[in-house]
């Protein structure tokens, strides 16, 4: 299931939560109610409803204090994604000091310079990788 689609159910059960039915018609219509800016269409809110479209945070914002939501929650879910951290942590603990050194001293390289030595370090990776 993609993010549109997850948050297509977490809207439905936050319209449900607040006793308004999961209509195209009826959002729209409450919806405009308290959004300032241009007004969404029908149409627009239904691809919200049927998992093809996430709406912008403005909107987002909008939706959410309307149904008594975190804006978080509604456009996220309340289970953090822990994916990243978990990445972020092998990445860590794969390197020492010094090989963390170096990629300090790489990120503070200027633009093209880091282009070069990326290239260098790809080329040498790919020809070790033939080797075998």
Known sequence: MDEKQEFSIRLK????D??????????EREFNTR??????????????????AIP???????????????????????TPKIAVP???QRWE???NSSEREVLQAF????????KALRTLILALHTQEFQKD
């Open 18 to 27: 607040a006793g308004v039915p999961a209509r195209p018609v009826v959002l």
């Open 56 to 78: 912008a945070q403005d909107k987002l914002q909008v939706l959410s204090e309307w149904l008594q939501i975190e804006p978080q929650v509604l456009r996220f879910g309340d």
């Open 93 to 95: 603990e794969a390197m």
């Open 107 to 114: 990120l503070e390289l200027p633009p093209d310079e880091r």
């Open 35 to 52: 959004y300032w800016g241009r007004p969404v269409t029908v149409q627009a809110v239904r691809r919200w409803l049927c998992g093809e």
């Open 86 to 88: 978990i990445r972020r």
């Open 13 to 16: 059960r936050a319209l449900q």
